[in-house]
């Protein structure tokens, strides 16, 4: 692997330090928010419309990742200050929901792994408790939404990221109910939501007192038998995860799958990673949140393996990011994003809000995949 690396080394070092140079102002200049997106190049601010939002982790999570790296004191303020601004999520109990994981794993659970925070330890550990208490024993998995009864079978692809939070929480008090939760969910998710040609089901929904599979919804993609790329990303990256956490070989063999799938797709695209990979081709939507966490997927899926078996998916999770950098980024520093044309969905009867616009965690994936291309031992997740 190392051959490849060193290859593309300068690049790596010049995307890089774009990335420093302008996280470092940008992370005084957001001190206050929770951002999702830009308006006008601005970051907007989660914290004062919807402090629960899913993806309230992700900013202080990437100023954690570039603290890791840096030591610089502005990134560990930074994160601090978004882990007091999420508290007030905590407000309401019954607004949490799966996402737990991505909210707190990489902002609580990344202090505490960083700086030793106690408190940090402990709150992570009561949203551990929090997604434990969301499994459903008789149906055999998560249970992804609260909202109502309709919604009590719905698993949803994404929470392969959100279990990382129990294989923590069990290594943390050396207990392991909570990875056999994690480990129960993903032999559901490797059946019920990977196709036999390693694309991904985004929604299955399950009879909650058997577990038996009632019906497949289309979610964030263009149909329920297409595939969203960001489902695929999940289950790349959560796969891999999981078998970095639990030592199972199907887990490894799943993400690899997946990623295959993927791979072989993407390359018809140039490597910038389309919203669905079985939507129409015109018009063509992108959505570069879903190539950058694949690709952080495949560099740990090629980590896994002996270097001649690795590098496939080395080569295109390098391909994706040099895409992403040279098509999609933004390093102006008068901006508050980077990674541009990131999309939440395939857009509905037309409408266009929420498609092509940048998401904070295609912020995220994209710095934690340059990181691990640098050499970054510190695995979030
Ligand atoms: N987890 C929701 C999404 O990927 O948009």
Not at 227 to 240: D, E, M, Q
Not at 352 to 367: K, L, Q, T
Request: with cysteine; hydrophobic share 40%.
């Amino acid at each position: 692997m190392n051959s490849i690396i060193n290859e593309n080394m300068q690049w790596i070092d010049k995307v890089w330090n774009n990335l420093d140079s302008k996280l470092r102002i940008v992370a005084r200049r957001s001190f206050d928010k929770l951002p999702y997106t830009t308006i006008d190049g601005v970051h907007d601010n989660k914290h004062d419309t919807e402090p629960d939002w899913w993806t309230n982790g992700f900013w202080g999570g990437m100023m954690w990742l570039m603290y890791a790296e840096t030591g610089n004191e502005v990134y560990k303020m930074t994160a601090m200050r978004s882990e007091e601004l999420i508290g007030d999520a905590l407000k309401d109990f019954k607004k949490l929901h799966h996402d737990v994981g991505f909210m707190w794993h990489i902002l609580s659970g990344a202090n505490y792994r960083l700086t030793g925070n106690t408190r940090s330890c402990n709150l992570n550990l009561y949203m551990a408790a929090m997604l434990f208490s969301r499994f459903n024993v008789d149906g055999d998995y998560i249970r992804a939404w609260n909202v109502c009864p309709e919604l009590a079978g719905w698993t949803i692809i994404d929470c392969m990221m959100n279990i990382p939070l129990l294989y923590w929480a069990s290594e943390e008090i050396g207990d392991d109910r909570f990875k056999k939760i994690a480990m129960r969910h993903a032999d559901m998710a490797m059946r019920d939501h990977i196709r036999s040609d390693g694309s991904v089901n985004h929604i299955v929904e399950h009879n909650p007192e058997t577990g038996e599979v009632i019906k497949v919804h289309s979610g964030q993609g263009y149909s329920e038998t297409s595939c969203w790329t960001r489902g695929s990303a999940w289950a790349i990256y959560g796969f891999v995860l999981s078998y970095i956490h639990t030592g199972k070989i199907d887990y490894l063999n799943t993400a690899r799958k997946a990623a295959d799938y993927f791979i072989s797709n993407c390359a018809n695209f140039d490597f910038m990673t389309p919203i669905d990979f079985c939507a129409p081709p015109e018009p063509l939507y992108y959505d570069s949140t879903a190539g950058v966490c694949a690709a952080c997927g495949m560099i740990e899926i090629a980590g896994c393996l002996s270097e001649e078996d690795g590098l496939k998916y080395m080569e295109a999770a390098i391909k994706i990011l040099k895409a992403t950098d040279s098509r999609f980024c933004n390093y102006g520093k008068d901006e508050d994003s980077i990674v541009q044309m990131g999309s939440e969905r395939y857009p509905v009867n037309g409408d266009m809000s929420g498609v092509h616009i940048p998401i904070i965690y295609g912020d995220f994936f994209f710095a934690e995949a340059i990181l691990k291309l640098k050499g970054s031992k510190f695995l979030i997740w």
